[in-house]
Each structure stands twice: as structure tokens, then as C-alpha cells.
């Protein structure tokens, strides 16, 4: 992808790493779920993310996801390989690696283990920006313990690094954060909501770039998304709400989501398991039944798209 290209809007969805019955990347499986996001509707899909199960594969594995999805989607939607990794010289690597391997775009968490000042956030980010100059990136800010990249630190980065095109932000209450980082990158990077989607509503409206949710339910939200942007709110609201019981019950727990989110995409007829790499969440059978009853109940509502 250019970095003078159009910036990406709507829904990017995180597609998962399907699994063997004892564990290993099974390739049939993930060829199908990039099929399937080619017929959402979308621009971009992304993986191996947090929802991928990124953090229980080998360096080796992530870029094996992103070569398959790259030559499944043989152009149909741009690929975004995320190269996560807490040590800059092999998150550097990867990105390289998912460069040449043919990722339309790389994406890099904020390493998150364990607090940081901004000094070295920056210094992080600025290493991997200038390592790919020519390959735009999205920087993704999943940080459960505390606040994500201040607006300042934002700006400095797009000001320095033109391949800073996107960033995906994961917190509550975060509008006027948005809209501060819109008016001081005058719109110039793309603002994506991650969590799943769950504040889409609130933050269409203002003008960010799109969500990044789960593959399961990506042609039902970029439909929300749409509805939003065209005015058509009550649509829009009557669509989402169909959706957010299943959303909302399965981020209580990133493992549960990895359960949920492989069990709606059995229903939907795209993946015959759910098996996610140990260690992994065992819902006890009262949620297993609600998961059951939730995802039907989106597997009917993408029925009527």
C-alpha cells in the first residue's frame, strides 16, 4: 500500500488463528476465514492480533498467518500484519519480514509488560516508523492497566514518521481524547476504535476511521458503521443492538472471547472448531449455553443483512 493511498474507513476486522484438535495453525481453516472477510464488505483485515492468540504463537508462526492471508486474499482486501513484539530489534524483524512477505500494512502494540515512560514509548515507536519508511503503519494502544499515548506524543510521532497512518485506541470514556487527537493531526491519521466495537456509536459521529472487532460479526458492524456515517441513526442503534449482547458477554475475558468468538464462526459455518492454544478458557456449561444462545441469535441477524 502507498503511504499517499486513501486512509482505510470502516471495520477491520482481527482474524482469528484457527487450531488443530492438538494445536498446530491449521491452514485450510484460516484460508476460509480470509475468504469470508472478503465478503464482508470490508477494505482491511488484520491478524495475528491479540485476538489472533499473537501472544501463544512462535515469531515463526506470526509471519507463516500473515503469508497465508496475504496469498488467500490475493488482493481482494489489503492485509494487515501485526508484528508485536516487546523488544524493538524483533519487532523490527517481523515487520520486515511481513514487508516482504507482502502485508499491505504492518500494525505494532505499544509494548505494555510493564510501565514505561513516554520518553522510551517514543523511542520505541520512532525505531520501528523509520525501520519500514515506506509501508504504513498502524500503532495499536491496549492498555488495560493505564492511559494509552497521550495526543501530544501522537503528534510529535506523525510529525516525524509520514508512514504513521494509523492508530487503533482500547479505552472507555475516550471520546474527548479522540476528538483532541483529530483536531491536532488535522485528520491526518486514520482513528480506529478496537474493544470489540463497542463505543462505535458514540464515536462514528466524530469522525474516526472505523473499529477493528472480531471477524465473526465484521459484516454486521461495517453495516452499523455505514448506517452511522449516513445519518441513519435509529438504524444504525436497532442494528447494534441486536449485536452488543454477544459482544459485550464475551470481552469479560480475552480467553472467553477466544471461545466465543471461534464458537460463533462454527455457527456460522467458516470454522469446525473452537480450540484455542492452552492456556485457554474453559467456560463452566451455563456460559458455554448463553454463548450458544447469543450466537444464534447473530447468526440470524446476519441472515437478514
Excluded at 471461534?262 to 480450540?275: D, F, H, P, Q, Y
Aim: charged fraction near 25%; hydrophobic fraction near 40%; include cysteine.
Amino acid at each position: 500500500m502507498n503511504l499517499q493511498d486513501e486512509l482505510l474507513t470502516g471495520v477491520i476486522p482481527i482474524i482469528p488463528t484457527p487450531f488443530t484438535e492438538n494445536e498446530e495453525i491449521d491452514e485450510e481453516a484460516l484460508r476460509r476465514l480470509v475468504d469470508f472477510a472478503c465478503t464482508c464488505g470490508i477494505q482491511a483485515a488484520c491478524l495475528p492480533a491479540y485476538a489472533s492468540e499473537f501472544y501463544k504463537l512462535t515469531d515463526e508462526e506470526k509471519l507463516q498467518v500473515v503469508k497465508i492471508a496475504v496469498d488467500q486474499a490475493k488482493g481482494r482486501i489489503k492485509i494487515v500484519a501485526q508484528s508485536n513484539h516487546p523488544s524493538l530489534k524483533s519487532a523490527i524483524r517481523l515487520a520486515q519480514a511481513n514487508v516482504r512477505n507482502g502485508a499491505d500494512i504492518i500494525s505494532l502494540a505499544v509494548p505494555r509488560i510493564f510501565s514505561l515512560p513516554e520518553e522510551s514509548i517514543m523511542e520505541y515507536l520512532s525505531g520501528f516508523f523509520s525501520s519500514i519508511p515506506e509501508t504504513p503503519v498502524l500503532i495499536q494502544d491496549f492498555n488495560p492497566g493505564g492511559a494509552s499515548l497521550s495526543p501530544s506524543l501522537i503528534k510529535k510521532l506523525m510529525d516525524k514518521h509520514p508512514n504513521f497512518k494509523y492508530l487503533k485506541l482500547e479505552e472507555p470514556l475516550c471520546a474527548p481524547k479522540f476528538e483532541e487527537i483529530i483536531k491536532l493531526t488535522g485528520g491526518k491519521i486514520g482513528l480506529f476504535e478496537g474493544w470489540g466495537g463497542l463505543y462505535m456509536l458514540e464515536l462514528t459521529p466524530l469522525g474516526i476511521a472505523g473499529v477493528m472487532p472480531g471477524l465473526g460479526v465484521a459484516d454486521i458492524l461495517q453495516r452499523v458503521f455505514e448506517l452511522r456515517k449516513n445519518n441513519e441513526h435509529d438504524k444504525a442503534f436497532t442494528l447494534f443492538e441486536r449485536v452488543m449482547p454477544q459482544i459485550f458477554f464475551s470481552l469479560q475475558n480475552m480467553e472467553l472471547f477466544h471461545y466465543a468468538e471461534k464458537e460463533l464462526l462454527m455457527a456460522r459455518g467458516i470454522l469446525k472448531n473452537s480450540v484455542a492454544r492452552k492456556a485457554s478458557y474453559n467456560p463452566d456449561p451455563s456460559s458455554k449455553s448463553y454463548i450458544a444462545e447469543l450466537n444464534k441469535r447473530v447468526v440470524a441477524l446476519a441472515k437478514e443483512l
